[in-house]
Nanobody, 115 residues
């Protein structure tokens, strides 16, 4: 079955960097657009970045210039490189794909930005 497993989160100081990974199994990511979302404490889950099948990328304004989404189809993995992290980036980060009209989510990886 479709499965997404996020990893790479942790505690980092403001200005630091993290690289998140989303390992997919049960399907091949090649023909699908892939997305990263995040959910801060007490807030709704929101889109952070998207990468299409032809590697076109989109970012929410608050992360533009700091985050980079990428995909490695051969490894069935999507990445989110996060630089110049801010306390407001603290959230649970989720990988997402829509397959056959159904939304699939991983369990998330926690990113905490604090000094």
């Amino acid at each position: 079955q479709v499965q997404l497993v996020e990893s790479g989160g942790g505690l980092v100081q403001p200005g630091g960097s993290l690289r998140l990974s989303c390992a997919a199994s049960g399907f091949t990511i090649r023909p699908y657009h892939m997305r990263w979302y995040r959910q801060a404490p007490g807030k709704e889950r929101t889109l952070v970045a998207r990468i299409t099948t032809d590697f076109t990328t989109y970012y929410v304004d608050s992360v533009t210039g700091r985050f980079t989404i990428s995909r490695e189809n051969a490894k069935n993995t999507v990445y989110l490189q996060m630089n110049t992290l801010k306390p407001e980036d603290t959230a649970l980060y989720f990988c997402n794909v829509i397959v056959g009209g159904l939304d699939y989510w991983g369990k998330g990886t926690l990113v905490t930005v604090s000094s």
